[in-house]
């Protein structure tokens, strides 16, 4: 017995020792690819890996002077304080609307524009387009929320006027709860749907050319193309930012959200990003935020893994 133990512990130090080897051998022979990833594996190790650390504070009574260790520890009372909270409802009904809509509308609209913008044979044409479309990625919230309160305030919007020029009654776009997911759903659509297409043409560029050529002979039409030939070519490219997409379904904007809050609208606007920042931020309860950011953050992990699954089941690649 002592001898198998022996002999496992020896296989386990030359493996090592093996895998050392290897790895050393790698980073002599690759050295200039891991000099030019370098800046990248920082970034995520600065910003993204070293912050874990405070996470902590989600079980603890965090004090600024008192600092991560010596600050009393409260366990999951934090939790158990938001999910029995009446305003958690509330908030996980919001965000789960307004990131179902963004999903049933906005996901969609990158794919179709990418297909549009691949069928045009005008090359100035396309580059004009592209151009349009890709401008307001660039535009701060700000200046898309300021232009929207422009064109539909309901005092000097341009739309209202409009409305009211024709012997209409000025509609309250922005102040009606009942028009505000939409709004926020259609100011999504225009700022980033454009910028969404460069994944998707990238991926219709990689579609072998000889396969529309086989299609053409058979007898295809344009349609039939994009059906049995374009589609199935970006299948694996849609299947991988949906997964990606539902990742972020906890997260849909403060910035957007704050800024077209008001408090005619607030019952419908309030979301976990909004509800963090009002409590961590202005009430000074840090521990508690971070209590939401880990649960936003877990249910986004469930779900990334869930469709991960359910794509390979299907016989896709999947994310990982």
Not at 32 to 51: D, E, Q, R, T
Not at 308 to 320: I, P, S, T, V
Request: proline letters at 4%.
């Amino acid at each position: 017995m002592a001898l198998q133990l022996a002999d496992s512990s020896v296989a386990k130090t030359i493996g090592k020792r093996s895998w050392l080897k290897e790895w050393g051998v790698a980073l002599r022979r690759d050295k200039y690819l891991y000099l030019l990833a370098a800046p990248g594996l920082l970034y995520f190790l600065i910003f993204k890996y070293v912050p874990l650390w405070g996470l902590l504070i989600a079980f603890k009574n965090y004090s600024v002077f008192l600092g991560f260790q010596a600050s009393e520890w409260v366990g999951l009372q934090y939790f158990a304080d938001f999910f029995s909270n009446p305003d958690f409802g509330l908030l996980f009904r919001n965000t789960m609307a307004i990131s179902f809509l963004n999903i049933l509308f906005f996901f969609p609209l990158p794919i179709i524009l990418a297909l549009l913008l691949n069928e045009a044979r005008n090359m100035a044409f396309k580059r004009f387009v592209q151009t349009v479309v890709y401008l307001p990625h660039f535009l701060s919230w700000v200046i898309i929320v300021g232009i929207c309160f422009l064109i539909f305030s309901q005092g000097t919007g341009i739309v209202n006027n409009l409305i009211s020029d024709a012997g209409g009654k000025p509609i309250p776009f922005l102040t009606e709860p009942n028009y505000f997911w939409a709004m926020l759903t259609a100011q999504s659509i225009w700022k980033e749907a454009g910028w969404g297409t460069i994944i998707f043409l990238a991926a219709l560029a990689g579609i072998n050319p000889d396969l529309y050529e086989a299609a053409r002979v058979d007898g295809a039409s344009r349609w039939k193309q994009t059906i049995h030939v374009t589609l199935p070519g970006i299948r694996s490219t849609i299947i991988i930012l949906l997964i990606l997409r539902l990742g972020q379904v906890m997260d849909v904007g403060f910035e957007q959200i704050y800024l077209m809050m008001s408090a005619p609208v607030s019952h419908v606007a309030d979301v976990f990003d909004t509800y963090v920042y009002r409590l961590g931020i202005q009430n000074g309860r840090f521990g508690y935020a971070t209590a939401v950011g880990i649960f936003k953050s877990v249910v986004g992990l469930v779900l990334v893994v869930l469709a991960n699954r359910l794509a390979k089941k299907f016989g896709e690649e999947g994310l990982y």
